[in-house]
C-alpha cells in the first residue's frame, strides 16, 4: 500500500510541476516523468502476474495523457522534444480507450490549419503513436485514422503542409497496419484520393502520394492492384512524351483515347510506377509487363540519345533548342523509366524476357548520352568489338584535353549524368538477372546492339562498357567499372562450369567461345592503367579499376603479357611509392588505395594464371622495395597486406626454381645466387624488425609469423646462421606467447615442409617446440589442442629423426603421456590426430615403444571397443596396432590377448585387461554393442595380417575351432563360447580374408571357413547369420577364386531368405573394391560378368530386401564398371519399360515393373556413391523415361532418383530439365516437393511449374 501511495504521490507532484511558469521546472519535471513511466513499463513487462505491482490507475494515466499532450504546443522546443519522447513510452502503458483518445486529439490537431507553426510537432507525436502502440492495438487505431486522413486529404487541397502530413501518416499506418481488417476495407479509398493527388500542382504532395501508393501496392488484394497498374499504365501512355519520336506517340496516344481520369504529372506518374514495380514487380501480369515496358521506351527512345560526339540534323537542332525545365524533365523521366527497367529486370525476369533486347539497347544508347560533352571518338564505331585499345587510347588523349575548369562548369548544370547513371544500373541488373538464372552469358558478350545515331555502328554489352570507361563522371565511371566487373565475374564462374569457354581454339566443344584473352584482355588493362595514373581520378574509380584486374586475374591468360605485367606493376609502384614526384594520388587517399593496390599484387602472384617466372622477373625488379617499404607504413592493414605479399616471394622463387629443374637449365648460375640473396636480405630486413616488435596489431603478428615462415622454408640457404637462430627463436617465442601461439602453431608445418634437398635446420628448437606443443595439450581449448596436434605431427614427421639419445627418449615419453591423456571417445577427432602423432614417433623413434606401450595403448584399448568409434579416429587406431606390431614394441600375443580380453571384460563390466588398462574413459562400454564387436574385429585382424605367417596361421587355426565348436553347438555359441565371442570370430575371420589370401594358406583354410560361413547362415541368431554374411564377402576379397564361385552357385540353389544374405555377402565384396579393393591390389572387372547374369535374375524379386540389395550391388559395379553396367541397365529399361501393369497382377507385367523399380534405385545409389558423371550422362535420358511409368512404385523410385542426382551431381540432369523431368512432374502427386527441391538446388526454370 505504502509503495503504492508513493508512487502516485510521485507522479501528482511531476504532473503539477508540468504546468510550472519556469521552461525548465516543466523541462526536468516531463523527463522524470518520462523516466518513471520507462521504469513502470519494464516492471509492467517483468511482473505482469504480480498482484503486489504498484498500478497507475486509470485518472492518473488520463492525466498524465493530457499533460504529454498539452506540452507538445509548449514554447521551449526542448520540452517538446522531451514530450514527444515521452509519448512514445506512454503509448506503450495507458489503456487502449486512452490510445484511441490521443490518436483523435492529434489528428485533429494535425489537421487543423490554424495551428501551422505547431504543425510538425503534432505530425511528430501522431507518427510516434502509430509505430509505438502494440499491434493489438493496431485495428482500432486505424479504424479511427484512416477515415479523418483521408477526409483531411480531400478537405486540405489547398494546404501543401497538411496534405504531406496526412500522406506521410498515412504510408506509415498502411506500412504497419495494412492487413489489419479495418484497413482492408479502406484500400480502395485510400488508393482512390492517392491517385487524384498525383495531378497535384505540388511536387512535394505528388511524390509523397506515390510513396503511399508504393506501400499500399504490397498489401493490395490481387484484383486492387490490378486495378491500379491499369490505371497507372493508362496515365503514362497518356503523358507528354520526351524527344521527336516521343512526343509523336503520346499525341497519337491521347487522340485515341476515351478516358476522363485527369492526366498527371508525367514525373510523378513515372515514379509511382517504377515504385510499384520495385516492391511487388513479381506480382504482375505478363499482360501488364508487356504493356508497362513499351511506354516506359517510348521515354528512352534511343534515336534521342544525344552525345556531343554525334552529328544533329537541323530538325534535331531547333528541338534541342529546349528550355531548361523541358531537358530537367525529360532527364528525370528517363531516370525514372531506367530505375522501372532495373526493376522489372531482377524481380520478374520471366516476365521481361521478351523485352530484354529492348531494355538493353535503351541502356546501351543512353550510356554514352552527354549531349554537352564530346570526347573526341566520331572513328570509334568503325572499329570492331574485340579491338578496343584505340579507344581506350583517344580517351587518354583527350583526358589531358579536358580540364577541370570546364569539369565545374559542366557538372554546376549539366544533369545528363543520371540518366547515364540509370543506364548503367538497369545494364547491371541485367547482369545479375542472367547470374540470378543461372544462365549463359555470352551473349552479352556476343550479340550487338546499335548503340549511336548512325545504326550502323554496333557493339556487344561487354565492348560497350569497357568503351564507358573514359566517361568523365566519376559516379558513372565507377558504375561502368562495377558492372563489368560483375559481368567478367559471372563469365570466369560459367567457364568453370562448362557453360561456355574463355579460349579461342575450342569453337568445336559445342559451348559458346569468348576469346577474352586477345579482344578484350589488352583494352581492359590499358583502361584500368589510365584510371590508375588520371591525377584527376577519384579513390572510388582507382578501387574499382584495382578490383576489376583483380577479378581478370582469375580469368584465363590473367592479365596478359609479360609486358602487361610489367605495366601493371609499375602503375602499382607509382601508387606505393614514397615519392610524391612519382605519387598519382592525392596524400588523403593513399591508405586504402595501396591496401587495394597491394592485394592485387598479392593475388596476380598467387593465381595460376601468370607464368611464375615473368611475375617474378616484373616484381622483384618494379617492386619488392616498394613493398618492403610498405610494412614501415602507419596503417595496420597496409602493413598486414604487404606482408603478405612479402609471404609470398620465396614461393615465387621455388616456382621459378622448379621450372627450370623441369626444363634442364642451370638454376645455380652466380646471377642467380646474388639475386636470391639479396632477396633473402630484403626480406629479412623487412619482416624481422615486425616479428620482433610487441606491440602491434594481433594481424600484423599473425601475417609477420607467416612470412618469417616462408622465408626460413624456401631461402634459409641465403640465410646466415645467426639470421636463421635469430628468426627461429622469435618463432619460439610467439608459440610461448598466448595472444599468437596459435598463429604460431600454423607456421610450424610451413617451416616442417621446407625443401628436401636442402633442408632447414631446426635443432636449436626443436625441442622447446615439441615440449611447448605437448604441455598445450592440457589445455581446455580443444581449438588449441586441435592447432598443437596437427603443428606436433608434422614436427615429428619432418624433423623428428633429428633427435637422437637418451634425453629425447625422455621427451618423447612425456609427450606419449599427454597424448595417451586425450585419447577418449567423447572427441573423436581429437583421439585421430593424437593416435597419428603416437604413429609419427614411434616411427622415426621406435626405441619410444616401451612408453607407447605404457602410455597410449591402454586407452587405445579402450577406444576400440566404443560404440562410437569410426571413420578416421577408427583408421588411426588400426594404423597404430599395426605400427606396434610391425615395431615390435609389443607382443603380438600380448596384444592379441589384450584385444580378445576387451570382449569378455566388458561384457563382465570389468574394464581392466592384462595390459594393464585402468578404469575406461569410454563412454559406455560398449562390448555387447555390435558396432563395437566390429571394430574389435577389425583391430585383431589388422594385427594378424601385420604379424608373422606362423603367428598368422595359429589366430586362424584358432577362430576355425572355436566357430566349429559354435557350430556343433547349435550355431550361436556353445559351453565356453558366447555369441559375442561367435561374432567376433566371424568378423576378424572375414576382416583378414580382405587383408590376405586364405585360399594360399595351408590346411584347407578357405575351403573350412566357407562351410562354417554358409554354416551360419542357418544359425537362430539375426547376429550371427549377418555377422557371416559380411565375413564371407570380405574373406572373398583375398581369395575370390575360392568364394565367389561359392556365393554364386549357392544364390541360385537356396530360399529367399539365404539369397538376402548370400546377396549381402556379394554386395560387402564389391563394396570392399569400391573403397580400395583388397591387400594385393587386384580388380573385380573380370568377375562382372560372372556376376551380373545372377543379380539381373533376381532384379524382378517379390521381396524388396532381395531387391534392394540387387541394387546396391549394381550401383557399386557401375561406379567400377560404368561402361559394363551402364549398357546393361539401359537394356533392362528398354526391355522391361514401358509396359501397361495391374498392380494387382501378379505375372511378368509385374516383374516388368519389379525390374524397372530396381533399375531407378541402381542408378540412384550409383550417383550417390558419385559414379562418373561423363560415363552416366548419356544413359540419364534413357533412365528418365521411367518418370513416365504406370507403376507408381518405379515413378516414386525415378523420381527419388532425380533427386539423388539433383543432390550429389545437378549436372547430370540439367539440361534435361524441360524435355524429360519437368512434364513428368505434372502427374506426379509429389509434384511440389520435387519443384521446390530443384529450385532449391539451382534449376529456376522450373518456378513456372509452382
Given at each position: 500500500?505504502?509503495?503504492?501511495?508513493?508512487?502516485?504521490?510521485?507522479?501528482?507532484?511531476?504532473?503539477?510541476?508540468?504546468?510550472?511558469?519556469?521552461?525548465?521546472?516543466?523541462?526536468?519535471?516531463?523527463?522524470?516523468?518520462?523516466?518513471?513511466?520507462?521504469?513502470?513499463?519494464?516492471?509492467?513487462?517483468?511482473?505482469?502476474?504480480?498482484?503486489?505491482?504498484?498500478?497507475?490507475?486509470?485518472?492518473?494515466?488520463?492525466?498524465?495523457?493530457?499533460?504529454?499532450?498539452?506540452?507538445?504546443?509548449?514554447?521551449?522546443?526542448?520540452?517538446?522534444?522531451?514530450?514527444?519522447?515521452?509519448?512514445?513510452?506512454?503509448?506503450t502503458t495507458v489503456q487502449e480507450e486512452l490510445v484511441a483518445e490521443i490518436a483523435d486529439k492529434l489528428c485533429t490537431l494535425v489537421l487543423d490549419s490554424t495551428k501551422s507553426d505547431l504543425h510538425d510537432v503534432y505530425a511528430i507525436g501522431l507518427t510516434t503513436l502509430i509505430t509505438k502502440i502494440p499491434l493489438h492495438m493496431g485495428d482500432v487505431v486505424s479504424h479511427r485514422l484512416v477515415g479523418r486522413l483521408i477526409d483531411g486529404i480531400r478537405l486540405s487541397s489547398n494546404s501543401s503542409f497538411i496534405l504531406v502530413s496526412c500522406f506521410e501518416l498515412m504510408t506509415h499506418l498502411v506500412s504497419r497496419f495494412g492487413t489489419m481488417p479495418n484497413v482492408k476495407r479502406q484500400h480502395d479509398a485510400i488508393l482512390q484520393i492517392s491517385l487524384l493527388q498525383l495531378s497535384s500542382t505540388e511536387t512535394v504532395v505528388r511524390k509523397r502520394a506515390g510513396s503511399t501508393i508504393g506501400v499500399m501496392s504490397r498489401v493490395l488484394s490481387d484484383a486492387l492492384l490490378h486495378q491500379l497498374v491499369d490505371r497507372l499504365l493508362r496515365q503514362i501512355d497518356l503523358a507528354e512524351g520526351v524527344g521527336k519520336s516521343g512526343k509523336r506517340r503520346a499525341r497519337a496516344a491521347r487522340a485515341n483515347s476515351t478516358t476522363t481520369d485527369p492526366i498527371a504529372d508525367t514525373r510523378?506518374?513515372?515514379?509511382?510506377?517504377?515504385?510499384?514495380?520495385?516492391?511487388?514487380?513479381?506480382?504482375?501480369?505478363?499482360?501488364?509487363?508487356?504493356?508497362?515496358?513499351?511506354?516506359?521506351?517510348?521515354?528512352c527512345d534511343a534515336e534521342d540519345a544525344m552525345s556531343g560526339d554525334d552529328e544533329a540534323s537541323e530538325d534535331e537542332s531547333v528541338s534541342m533548342e529546349e528550355t531548361e525545365e523541358a531537358v530537367e524533365l525529360a532527364n528525370e523521366l528517363r531516370e525514372s523509366c531506367f530505375a522501372g527497367f532495373s526493376s522489372f529486370v531482377l524481380r520478374c525476369p520471366k516476365e521481361v524476357m521478351p523485352h530484354l533486347k529492348s531494355i538493353v539497347g535503351a541502356s546501351l544508347a543512353y550510356m554514352r548520352y552527354d549531349p554537352n560533352y564530346s570526347y573526341g571518338d566520331e572513328e570509334e564505331?568503325?572499329?570492331?568489338?574485340?579491338?578496343?585499345?584505340?579507344?581506350?587510347?583517344?580517351?587518354?588523349?583527350?583526358?589531358?584535353?579536358?580540364?577541370?575548369?570546364?569539369?565545374?562548369?559542366?557538372?554546376?548544370?549539366?544533369?545528363?549524368?543520371?540518366?547515364?547513371?540509370?543506364?548503367?544500373?538497369?545494364?547491371?541488373?541485367?547482369?545479375?538477372?542472367?547470374?540470378?538464372?543461372?544462365?549463359?552469358?555470352?551473349?552479352?558478350?556476343?550479340?550487338?546492339?546499335?548503340?549511336?545515331?548512325?545504326q550502323s555502328m554496333k557493339t556487344t554489352v561487354a565492348g560497350a562498357l569497357v568503351k564507358r570507361f573514359k566517361e568523365r563522371e566519376e559516379n558513372c565511371r565507377v558504375a561502368v567499372i562495377d558492372c563489368f566487373t560483375r559481368l567478367l565475374a559471372m563469365t570466369v564462374a560459367a567457364a568453370k562450369n562448362g557453360m561456355i569457354s574463355l579460349e579461342s581454339g575450342e569453337e568445336e566443344s559445342g559451348v559458346p567461345v569468348i576469346d577474352l584473352r586477345s579482344k578484350y584482355v589488352p583494352a581492359i588493362v590499358k583502361a584500368c592503367e589510365k584510371q590508375l595514373e588520371a591525377k584527376k581520378g577519384g579513390e572510388r574509380t582507382k578501387t574499382s579499376a584495382l578490383a576489376l584486374l583483380s577479378t581478370l586475374c582469375v580469368a584465363p591468360g590473367g592479365i596478359g603479357e609479360p609486358t602487361q605485367i610489367e605495366s601493371v606493376f609499375a602503375h602499382i609502384h607509382s601508387i606505393l611509392s614514397p615519392d610524391p614526384k612519382h605519387r598519382t594520388i592525392s596524400t588523403g587517399l593513399t591508405k586504402s588505395i595501396k591496401l587495394d593496390a597491394l592485394c592485387l599484387v598479392r593475388i596476380m602472384m598467387t593465381c595460376d594464371q601468370h607464368d611464375a617466372s615473368c611475375i617474378k622477373h616484373a616484381f622483384l625488379s618494379t617492386l619488392l622495395g616498394e613493398v618492403c617499404n610498405a610494412v614501415q607504413e602507419d596503417w595496420y592493414k597496409v602493413i598486414a597486406e604487404a606482408l603478405r605479399v612479402l609471404a609470398e616471394v620465396p614461393s615465387l622463387l621455388l616456382l621459378e626454381k622448379e621450372w627450370k629443374a623441369q626444363q634442364m637449365t642451370d638454376e645455380d648460375s652466380p646471377n642467380n645466387t646474388e639475386e636470391t640473396n639479396q632477396v633473402a636480405k630484403a626480406l629479412y630486413d623487412a619482416i624481422e624488425p615486425r616479428l620482433a616488435a610487441h606491440d602491434l596489431d594481433q594481424e600484423i603478428k599473425e601475417c609477420a609469423l607467416v612470412a618469417s615462415a616462408q622465408l626460413l622454408s624456401v631461402l634459409h640457404p641465403s640465410l646466415s646462421t645467426e639470421q636463421q637462430h635469430r628468426l627461429l627463436s622469435l618463432l619460439l617465442e610467439r608459440l610461448k606467447n598466448e595472444t599468437t601461439r596459435i598463429a604460431a602453431m600454423k607456421t610450424l608445418p610451413i617451416l616442417a615442409s621446407s625443401s628436401k634437398s636442402s633442408r632447414l635446420d631446426v635443432s636449436p628448437i626443436l625441442s622447446n617446440v615439441v615440449s611447448e606443443l605437448a604441455s598445450l595439450l592440457r589445455q581446455q581449448s580443444r581449438g588449441v589442442k586441435q592447432s598443437a596436434l596437427e603443428s606436433l605431427d608434422m614436427v615429428i614427421q619432418c624433423h623428428g629423426q633429428d633427435c637422437g639419445g637418451d634425453q629425447d627418449v625422455e621427451l618423447y615419453d612425456g609427450v606419449l603421456?599427454?597424448?595417451?591423456?586425450?585419447?577418449?571417445?567423447?572427441?573423436?577427432?581429437?583421439?585421430?590426430?593424437?593416435?597419428?602423432?603416437?604413429i609419427s614417433v614411434l616411427k622415426v623413434c621406435p626405441s619410444s615403444g616401451p612408453s607407447v606401450k605404457k602410455h597410449v595403448l591402454p586407452p587405445a584399448l579402450v577406444l576400440s571397443t566404443s560404440p562410437l568409434l569410426q571413420d578416421l579416429a577408427l583408421e588411426s587406431l588400426l594404423s597404430l596396432l599395426e605400427q606396434l606390431v610391425v615395431s615390435d614394441a609389443v607382443d603380438f600375443h600380448e596384444l592379441l590377448t589384450s584385444l580378445q580380453g576387451r570382449l569378455t571384460n566388458d561384457i563382465g563390466g570389468n574394464s581392466t585387461s592384462g595390459m594393464g588398462v585402468g578404469t575406461s574413459t569410454s563412454s559406455s562400454s560398449g562390448g555387447g554393442s555390435k558396432q563395437a564387436v566390429s571394430n574389435l574385429a577389425r583391430c585383431i585382424a589388422v594385427i594378424t595380417a601385420a604379424t608373422t605367417p606362423s603367428n598368422r596361421d595359429k589366430v586362424v587355426e584358432n577362430l576355425i575351432s572355436s566357430l566349429q565348436s559354435a557350430i556343433a553347438a547349435g550355431g550361436d555359441g556353445g559351453v565356453g563360447v558366447s555369441a559375442q565371442e561367435v561374432q567376433l570370430a566371424l568378423l576378424a575371420s572375414g576382416d583378414l580374408g580382405r587383408k590376405v589370401n586364405l585360399a594360399a594358406m595351408a590346411g584347407g583354410v578357405a575351403p573350412n571357413l566357407l562351410h562354417i560361413y554358409l554354416s551360419f547362415f542357418d544359425a537362430s541368431s539375426e547376429d550371427a547369420k549377418h555377422a557371416a554374411a559380411y565375413a564371407l564377402g570380405r574373406a572373398s576379397v583375398g581369395a575370390m577364386d575360392v568364394f565367389l564361385p561359392a556365393i554364386l552357385n549357392a544364390l541360385e540353389q537356396n530360399s529367399q531368405k539365404k539369397q538376402y544374405l548370400l546377396l549381402s555377402a556379394l554386395r560387402e565384396l564389391i563394396h570392399c573394391y569400391q573403397t580400395g579393393g583388397g591387400a594385393d591390389g587386384g580388380d573385380i572387372s573380370s568377375s562382372v560378368p560372372l556376376i551380373l547374369p545372377h543379380l539381373v535374375s533376381h532384379c524382378s524379386d517379390k521381396e524388396e530386401g532381395v531387391r534392394t540389395m540387387v541394387a546396391e550391388c549394381m550401383g557399386s559395379l557401375t561406379c567400377l564398371e560404368p561402361g559394363v553396367m551402364l549398357p546393361h541397365l539401359q537394356e533392362l529399361v528398354a526391355t522391361h519399360g514401358g509396359k501397361d501393369v495391374d498392380d494387382n497382377e501378379e505375372g511378368g507385367g509385374r516383374k516388368d515393373a519389379l525390374s524397372c523399380w530396381t533399375v531407378a534405385t541402381a542408378i540412384k545409389f550409383a550417383i550417390a556413391a558419385h559414379a562418373d558423371p561423363s560415363k552416366l550422362a548419356g544413359f540419364m535420358p534413357s533412365f528418365l523415361r521411367l518418370l513416365s511409368e504406370r507403376d507408381l512404385s518405379v515413378r516414386n523410385a525415378a523420381l527419388l532418383m532425380v533427386y539423388s542426382s539433383v543432390h550429389h551431381t545437378p549436372q547430370l540432369v540439367a539440361g534435361l530439365m524441360q524435355e524429360h523431368i519437368l512434364p513428368s512432374l505434372h502427374e506426379v502427386s509429389c509434384c511440389g516437393c520435387v519443384v521446390g527441391i530443384l529450385l532449391g538446388n539451382g534449376f529456376p526454370s522450373c518456378s513456372v511449374f509452382l
Open positions: 500500500m505504502s509503495s503504492s501511495g508513493s508512487n502516485a504521490v510521485t507522479l501528482n507532484a511531476l504532473l503539477k510541476k508540468t504546468e510550472h511558469y519556469d521552461k525548465d521546472e516543466r523541462y526536468m519535471a516531463i523527463s522524470d516523468l518520462c523516466e518513471a513511466l520507462k521504469r513502470h513499463a519494464a516492471s509492467s513487462t517483468s511482473y505482469s502476474s504480480s498482484p503486489s505491482l504498484p498500478l497507475i490507475d486509470a485518472s492518473t494515466e488520463r492525466r498524465i495523457c493530457t499533460a504529454v499532450l498539452s506540452l507538445l504546443d509548449d514554447s521551449s522546443n526542448d520540452v517538446q522534444t522531451v514530450a514527444v519522447k515521452t509519448l512514445g513510452v506512454l503509448l510523378a506518374i513515372l515514379r509511382t510506377m517504377c515504385t510499384v514495380s520495385g516492391e511487388v514487380g513479381h506480382r504482375l501480369t505478363q499482360s501488364q509487363i508487356d504493356c508497362i515496358i513499351p511506354i516506359f521506351l517510348r521515354f564505331g568503325e572499329e570492331e568489338d574485340g579491338d578496343e585499345s584505340s579507344g581506350v587510347e583517344e580517351f587518354s588523349e583527350d583526358e589531358d584535353e579536358y580540364s577541370e575548369e570546364e569539369d565545374e562548369e559542366d557538372d554546376d548544370d549539366d544533369a545528363s549524368w543520371k540518366v547515364r547513371r540509370g543506364a548503367i544500373q538497369a545494364l547491371t541488373a541485367v547482369v545479375e538477372s542472367t547470374k540470378l538464372q543461372n544462365m549463359d552469358p555470352s551473349s552479352l558478350w556476343t550479340e550487338e546492339y546499335s548503340w549511336r545515331k548512325d603421456r599427454e597424448l595417451g591423456m586425450i585419447i577418449v571417445d567423447s572427441d573423436l577427432h581429437i583421439s585421430h590426430l593424437s593416435l597419428r602423432a603416437s
